[in-house]
């Protein structure tokens, strides 16, 4: 049986962490990305028996790295049938006038260009074997704006506009795109969106039940067990209490 291999950015935490188990129990073997060494060790135990796993450490940002990792990968490694581009963040909630431009660089160069980068990378072989599935993990964000979310919202309409373009230039290749969109996800989001304030980050979740890492995984599960002849193509998701972007309701007693 010829090797399945899934590459997962973001594979610390969350949703990419909860994907990469996951993909692993279809039999995937793993490529699993992301920035801390700990964590990918720590995940790699956790891999079923018989699944291979190839821990990668590196920062989506660093175009010379994801190239040079990526660009290299050991022969047995190269042929990667999905591609899951998890990796991103949100850095604040101010108004755009009071904005921090730090934020603004590391929400634009992991949310927009690390996807580039990592695509970039996987999808000449894909286009050579004409065939693969490339996930783009999105947002609510990226169909709705929000007051302060700006630059944010920007972001992950850009990785929207961007997926919806893979698709049309890929497709002459028999290459499957999807893009999930989730709302409101119980993950570290919050914690680095509010740069550690672990007080306001718990409030975001309190008086519902939101979306959890898994949720997603399913859907990544369920989309990547489609027949070939079947994309689904834009998903969005989000918690039965959340009715938009901004409009949640919550029992706070």
């Given at each position: 049986?010829?090797?399945?291999?899934?590459?997962?950015?973001?594979?610390?935490?969350?949703?990419?962490?909860?994907?990469?188990?996951?993909?692993?129990?279809?039999?995937?073997?793993?490529?699993?990305?992301?920035?801390?060494?700990?964590?990918?060790?720590?995940?790699?135990?956790?891999?079923?028996?018989?699944?291979?796993?190839?821990?990668?450490?590196?920062?989506?940002?660093?175009?010379?790295?994801?190239?040079?990792?990526?660009?290299?990968?050991?022969?047995?490694?190269?042929?990667?049938?999905?591609?899951?581009?998890?990796?991103?963040?949100?850095?604040?909630?101010?108004?755009?006038?009071?904005?921090?431009?730090?934020?603004?660089?590391?929400?634009?160069?992991?949310?927009?260009?690390?996807?580039l980068y990592v695509s970039k990378a996987i999808m000449p072989g894909m286009c050579e074997r004409k065939s693969g599935m490339i996930i783009n993990i999105g947002s609510i964000a990226g169909?709705?704006?929000?007051?302060?979310?700006?630059?944010?919202?920007?972001?992950?309409?850009?990785?929207?506009?961007?997926?919806?373009?893979?698709?049309?230039?890929?497709?002459?290749?028999?290459?499957?795109?999807?893009?999930?969109?989730?709302?409101?996800?119980?993950?570290?989001?919050?914690?680095?969106?509010?740069?550690?304030?672990?007080?306001?980050?718990?409030?975001?979740?309190?008086?519902?039940?939101?979306?959890?890492?898994?949720?997603?995984?399913?859907?990544?599960?369920?989309?990547?067990?489609?027949?070939?002849?079947?994309?689904?193509?834009?998903?969005?998701?989000?918690?039965?209490?959340?009715?938009?972007?901004?409009?949640?309701?919550?029992?706070?007693?």
């Amino acid at each position: 049986m010829e090797k399945k291999i899934a590459l997962i950015t973001g594979a610390t935490s969350g949703i990419g962490r909860a994907s990469a188990i996951t993909l692993a129990k279809m039999g995937f073997h793993i490529i699993a990305t992301g920035r801390r060494t700990d964590r990918l060790e720590e995940l790699g135990s956790e891999m079923p028996k018989g699944i291979d796993f190839l821990p990668l450490v590196f920062d989506v940002r660093d175009r010379e790295t994801v190239m040079e990792i990526l660009g290299n990968l050991p022969e047995n490694w190269k042929n990667v049938d999905v591609l899951l581009n998890n990796a991103g963040n949100a850095h604040g909630m101010d108004p755009i006038q009071s904005g921090n431009m730090d934020d603004w660089d590391a929400m634009i160069d992991i949310n927009v260009k690390g996807l580039l980068y990592v695509s970039k990378a996987i999808m000449p072989g894909m286009c050579e074997r004409k065939s693969g599935m490339i996930i783009n993990i999105g947002s609510i964000a990226g169909k709705e704006v929000y007051p302060n979310g700006n630059v944010y919202c920007g972001s992950k309409h850009a990785v929207d506009a961007i997926t919806k373009g893979m698709r049309m230039d890929l497709n002459p290749f028999g290459i499957r795109v999807v893009a999930i969109h989730p709302g409101l996800v119980e993950t570290e989001f919050s914690l680095v969106r509010f740069k550690g304030d672990s007080k306001r980050s718990e409030t975001i979740y309190q008086g519902y039940e939101p979306l959890v890492a898994q949720d997603i995984a399913d859907i990544i599960e369920f989309a990547v067990n489609r027949p070939a002849h079947v994309v689904l193509a834009d998903i969005v998701v989000l918690p039965t209490a959340q009715a938009s972007a901004t409009l949640v309701k919550k029992d706070l007693k």
